[in-house]
Every structure is written in structure tokens, then in C-alpha cells.
């Protein structure tokens, strides 16, 4: 069976479409013998080990920042999630996978290398970001600007997309793994209480917002005493965490105005009259997309699916090799796309 591939290899989990459907949606976590290095556990599974392992295993995001980091155990687990998505029928599937913007060509060759090793041919990796574009059908006919923010797990993406090719980006490393990090921190220093990561996002999710929020909300949530070491559960209200993470969604808005400020002025101006286009699962948190229109004084178009824009968009390239003429993908991928 020969098939089309989009790929969306990110910080916390990988999202596979095909035959215009996401096929598999999974966390991008291994759990493996501390000694052997043999893997034990991959996906669900592996993300319910995260802070509960014993001293002979190990948790290991093999994605970090959108990049390999681990590129034994991403070959494993991306090979495990092919067979899951398409059993071991499938014939030379051709590849659209995607990268955060402005990596080197190093970068670019590891996952195309990678998603080879896993059984892929004719690979091409393209920035999410240009990703996210393709999936909105914007009009790169004539030269106009457009300001793309895809807010991760571990990267936050922004660029400037004109002609169909990126103007302007940068990809910053603050992103909503760093939110439940601070949330993390807060509930140690006022609460004395050890968390692990699954509660941080859970308490994230459920609690968690960029902006104040009209009426106070509080969930109960259960760590570790960090004196006597006993479980414990404490309250924590939707002010509490809005003070605990607030820095972080700060650092994030500014992040998008430092790519601006390296914008030309008409690009710039393009983007004032449109307004920017906001995804990724870190744009879920309540009040975000409020909150950088505030702060940067933008209308802001959320995605209505914001976390699979990245892999809709890749799967749109397979399928329009048109739009991917004007983007020097030749500098920043290796793999040429082969029409078939
Ligand atoms: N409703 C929500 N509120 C707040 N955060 C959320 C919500 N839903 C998902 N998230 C967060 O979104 C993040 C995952 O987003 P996404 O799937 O875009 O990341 P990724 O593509 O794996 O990572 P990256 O693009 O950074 O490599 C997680 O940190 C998750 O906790
Ligand atoms: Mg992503």
C-alpha cells in the first residue's frame, strides 16, 4: 500500500495524518532500563511512568524543543508508531514532516534521517510555522505579510510568512512545558509540596490562565510534603496559578514582539491590518489569545484545531507540490520531493 505521510514530530507528542485524518495522536515519551537502555515503555504508557519510575528505569522525551535530542530511541518509537498506525502494509510511504523555524540543515538531516530509518521515503521537512500557513490557504500570490505563533510544548514558533516562503522567524524555547515547570515551583515555595510534571499540566488545564479570570476557580491536587515526606493534598486556586505562570506567558508575548521588531514596516503593517494567526496546544490555555492581543495590540485568529494545524498543513504540501515552489526548502531540507 503506498501512502501519504504528514508527520508532526513535536516536544510532547507526535500527531500522524493521513487519508485526510489524523491517524495517531501520541506522547513522544520513552521509558527505558537504566542499565540496558532497552526500551520497557513507549507513548501512553510511557508518559504515565513520568516522576513515578524506580531507581532501574528512566523517562526520556527523545523529542526536546522540537529537535531530536535521543536519536536511538526516536527511531524506535517513531518506527513503533508506524507499525500502530499502518500495521505492516505500508509500502514507501512519501513524508511531509515538520520542524520548528530557523534550525540549522544538521537538524533537518537528523529527523529526515530518522523518519528513513523508521521505513519513510521521499522525505521533506518543512517549519511549522510555513506548515500552519498551507493548512489556513493563504494567498501567497503577491507579496504580503503574514505573522504566524505556534505555541508548543517545548518551542514557541513565530514567523513571518510572505510569497509563501518565511520573511522573518525565530523559535524560542519558552513554551508550555515552562508553564507547568513554574507551576511546579510555585506549589514547592508556598505550599512545601513536591509535585510531579503530569500534575503541574493537569492543574494547568484545569486551573490555568493568561489572563485574570472574572470568578475564582480551585482544584485539589495531590504532592509530596517536602518535610515529612508524606502525600498531601492542598487547593490551589486559578489566582494562585495565574501568579505562578504569569512571568512565563510575559516572556512568551515578548517573544513574538522581538520577531516583529525585526520585521520590515510593511510587512508589519500587513499584519496590523489582518491580524495574526495563534496554534499549537499551549494557545489552549484560557485566556492566551486575549492576552497577546492585549499585549501586542494585534487581532489574534485562534485555530479552530489548533494542535493539528502543523500536521493539516504538512499533509496539504503532499498534496500541492505548488506551494512549496517558492520555499528555499533546498537550503534547509535534503530530500527532494518526488512527484509521483
Ligand atoms: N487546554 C489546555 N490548556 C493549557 N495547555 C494545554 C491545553 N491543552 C494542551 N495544552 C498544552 O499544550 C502542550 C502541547 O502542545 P503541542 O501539541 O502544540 O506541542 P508539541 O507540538 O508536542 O510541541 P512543540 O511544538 O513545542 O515541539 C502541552 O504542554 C499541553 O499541556
Ligand atoms: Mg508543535
Not at 28 to 33: A, L, S, Y
Not at 132 to 158: E, M, Q, R
Not at 317 to 329: C, G, P, Q
Amino acid at each position: 500500500m503506498a501512502v501519504d505521510i504528514g508527520i508532526d514530530l513535536g516536544s510532547s507528542k507526535t500527531v500522524i495524518f493521513s487519508s485526510s485524518k489524523v491517524v495517531l495522536e501520541v506522547p513522544n515519551v520513552v521509558t527505558v532500563d537504566s542499565d540496558s537502555w532497552e526500551v520497557v515503555y513507549t507513548g501512553e504508557n510511557a508518559k504515565q511512568t513520568i516522576g513515578r519510575t524506580p531507581e532501574s528505569m528512566q523517562t526520556v522525551f527523545p523529542i526536546e524543543h522540537g529537535v531530536i535530542s535521543d536519536y536511538d530511541l526516536a527511531e524506535y518509537m517513531l518506527k513503533e508508531y508506524m507499525t500502530t498506525a499502518f500495521g505492516n502494509k505500508i509500502l514507501r510511504p512519501r513524508i511531509m514532516a515538520t520542524l520548528p523555524a530557523g534550525l540549522t540543515e544538521l537538524q533537518h538531516h537528523s529527523l529526515s534521517n530518522v523518519l528513513e530509518s523508521a521505513g519513510g521515503r521521499n522525505i521533506t521537512v518543512i517549519e511549522s510555522p510555513l506548515a500552519i500557513a498551507f493548512s489556513l490557504g493563504l494567498d501567497f500570490s503577491s507579496p504580503h505579510g503574514s505573522l504566524i505563533v505556534d505555541i508548543g510544548a517545548g518551542t514557541t514558533d513565530v514567523a513571518v510568512i510572505s510569497m509563501g516562503d518565511i520573511a522573518v522567524c525565530n523559535s524560542f524555547k519558552t513554551a508550555s512545558f515552562d508553564i507547568d515547570a513554574q507551576i511546579i515551583r510555585y506549589v514547592r515555595k508556598e505550599f512545601n509540596i513536591e509535585i510531579g510534571q503530569l500534575t503541574a499540566e493537569s492543574i494547568k488545564v484545569k486551573v490555568g490562565t493568561a489572563v485574570e479570570r472574572d470568578v475564582e476557580i480551585a482544584v485539589i491536587a495531590k504532592g509530596r510534603n517536602v518535610f515529612t515526606g508524606l502525600p498531601e493534598s492542598f487547593e490551589i486556586t486559578s489566582s494562585e496559578v495565574y501568579e505562578a505562570i504569569k512571568d512565563t506567558i510575559d516572556t512568551i508575548c515578548n517573544a513574538i514582539r522581538e520577531v516583529l521588531n525585526k520585521t520590515d514596516p510593511d510587512l508589519v503593517a500587513d499584519i496590523m491590518a489582518d491580524g495574526m494567526y495563534l496554534a499549537g496546544g499551549g494557545s489552549l490555555l484560557l485566556g492566551m489569545p486575549q492576552k497577546i492581543s492585549e499585549y501586542l495590540g494585534i487581532e489574534v485568529h485562534h485555530l479552530s484545531d489548533p494542535t493539528h494545524s502543523v500536521v493539516r498543513g504538512a499533509a496539504v504540501a503532499l498534496k500541492n507540490s505548488e506551494l512549496l515552489k517558492n520555499v528555499d526548502y533546498q537550503m534547509r531540507s535534503i530530500k527532494e520531493l518526488e512527484i509521483e
